[in-house]
Every structure is written in C-alpha cells, then in structure tokens.
T-cell receptor, first 111, second 112 residues
Framework: DAGVTQSPTHLIKTRGQQVTLRCSPK?????VSWYQQALGQGPQFIFQ???????QRGNFPDRFSGHQFPNYSSELNVNALLLGDSALYLC??????????FGPGTRLTVT | AQSVTQPDIHITVSEGASLELRCNYS??????LFWYVQSPGQGLQLLLK??????LVQGIKGFEAEFKRSQSSFNLRKPSVHWSDAAEYFC??????????FGAGTTVTVRA
C-alpha cells in the first residue's frame, strides 16, 4: 500500500518566480492538507482540501493557493516567491481530516 | 485558538534508559492529540493518537502517551530507548477545525 508521495524532492527557485508542488494521498484517503516547516520549527498549517474545495486555511497569504483533483491528488502553488518561503513543504492525507499521514516533503530553496 | 508547548528543546538520553517528552496544550474542550516523529530530512511519522476513551494510549515502536485533562498534558514515554529513536518529536493538537497545530519539537539524542 503506497503511502503519501510528493514531488519533486528538492527544488531551487529564484525570488519572484512561481512554484508548483504535487502530492498523491495514501490509498483510500480523500483529504489533503499542506504544511510549511521552516528550519528548526514545527509544521505550520497552510490549507486543507476536501471534495476539491479548500475546507480550511491557515494564516498564509493569497500567494499560496492549491487545488485538489478528482483522484484526490493535490497541488500547492506559490507565486512571487520570497526568500522566507524557503522551507520543507509537507503534504498530509487523511480520511477523517484529523488522523493525518505525512509524505516525505519537498525541500524548496529560494535564492 | 489552540496551541501546543513542548518545554524541552533538546533531550539527551542513554541507550536503554527511559524517555519522557513533555507536551502541554491550550484548548477549551478535549482536543485530538498526536505525537509524530521526524528523522533528519524526512516527513513525519505518526506514533500515536488520542481521540477519546482510555487516557493511556499505545503507539508504534514501543511508545505510549498519557492524556491528563487536569494538567492539559499529553506526555510521551518509552521505557527503554534504542539508538534508532534519535530524532525530532512533535506533539500536535486538533481542535475541531481540521488543522493540526504543532509544537516546536523536541530533539532526542541517544548516547551509547
């Protein structure tokens, strides 16, 4: 049974650029959440998608947007990248919304 | 809004010794509580969860945690640590709005 997968593993972008990160949920899960983990900190909730709609959003600017597809996979888009967006981006999937299983993450470096 | 505090930034423990990691939460009602473990450069692995019922919960890798409502705590314990338990541990709380709020984490170092 495949767990949560994310792509790419690592990414380097320049300030002002845009980036798209991808996530495939664990088999049987229908809900995808995204988190940002800065170095030395705990993950911070960005948003959660359920039934292709954003169900809940954390305290992140509109530069962060997402999408969920009919097969439950999801994308996180970040526009106008800032140096402070450098972080590990984690995707988590769940069936109930709470018991969340995390993928390995995408390490984004903004230069 | 809910919040989580992990008072210990770093703990060093000898292999074979017991381990206890502290977690305190702030929330008006009974939250959903979780412990996750993260190895360097990796994602988070769910160790155990508390939703309701028995306040002592068992998890994977020999870990257990106890929910104490009076102390707003959910401390993680392991009777005998192995070198492979060296990692960062995060406590998280869910409080009715589907998002998880995480503590800052505790780094565990295991010495031989």
């Amino acid at each position: 049974d495949a767990g949560v997968t994310q792509s790419p593993t690592h990414l380097i972008k320049t300030r002002g650029q845009q980036v798209t990160l991808r996530c495939s949920p664990k088999s049987g899960h229908d809900t995808v959440s995204w988190y940002q983990q800065a170095l030395g900190q705990g993950p911070q909730f960005i948003f959660q998608y359920y039934e292709e709609e954003e169900r809940q959003r954390g305290n992140f600017p509109d530069r962060f947007s997402g999408h969920q597809f009919p097969n439950y996979s999801s994308e996180l888009n970040v526009n106008a990248l800032l140096l402070g967006d450098s972080a590990l981006y984690l995707c988590a999937s769940s069936l109930t919304g709470y018991e969340q299983y995390f993928g390995p993450g995408t390490r984004l470096t903004v230069t | 809004a809910q919040s989580v505090t992990q008072p210990d930034i770093h703990i060093t423990v000898s292999e074979g010794a017991s381990l206890e990691l502290r977690c305190n939460y702030s929330y008006g009602a009974t939250p959903y509580l979780f412990w996750y473990v993260q190895s360097p450069g990796q994602g988070l692995q769910l160790l155990l969860k508390y939703f309701s019922g028995d306040t002592l919960v068992q998890g994977i890798k020999g870990f257990e945690a106890e929910f104490k409502r009076s102390q707003s705590s959910f401390n993680l314990r392991k009777p005998s640590v192995h070198w492979s338990d060296a990692a960062e541990y995060f406590c998280a709380v869910g409080a009715g709005d589907y998002k998880l709020s995480f503590g800052a984490g505790t780094t565990v170092t295991v010495r031989a």
